[in-house]
């Protein structure tokens, strides 16, 4: 069983940077590619971002490219999003997820694992 607890979010004016990390417990990662999508108030969950488990491999959610920056820990538990230039419409609660077939996928559906969440927000 993977465990997956994110944490970073908070407020920060637009403009500003924040830093998001997922941990995971349980079963090693090594092979999981993994992933991160948001949920704004009454909009559907967006993908965001997904990263291979070598981490050679990204893909961007076109709102965010140029922006947020994705990497993966040295032993592969842990992964990071970057986030610069925040945006007011960037607020949102911001969910970490690990797909065991490492399909590095930009769907929710291919993802087996999904963190709590972490609140995101930007003040214009």
């Known amino acids: 069983q993977v465990q997956l607890v994110e944490s970073g979010g908070g407020v920060v004016q637009a403009g500003g940077s924040l830093r998001l990390s997922c941990v995971a417990s349980?079963?090693?990662?090594?092979?999981?590619?993994m992933a991160w999508f948001r949920q704004a108030p009454g909009k559907e969950r967006e993908f965001v971002a997904c990263?291979?488990?070598?981490?050679?491999?990204?893909y961007y959610g076109d709102a965010v490219k140029g922006r947020f920056t994705i990497s993966r820990g040295n032993d592969k538990s842990r992964m990071y999003l970057q986030m610069n230039n925040l945006k007011p419409e960037d607020t949102a609660v911001y969910y970490c997820?690990?797909?065991?077939?490492?399909?590095?996928?930009?769907?929710?559906?291919?993802?087996?694992?999904w963190g709590q969440g972490t609140q995101v927000t930007v003040s214009s």
């Open positions: 997820a690990a797909d065991r077939r490492s399909l590095v996928a930009q769907v929710q559906g291919a993802y087996d694992y």
């Open positions: 349980g079963n090693a990662l090594s092979t999981y590619s």
């Open positions: 990263i291979s488990p070598s981490g050679g491999t990204t």
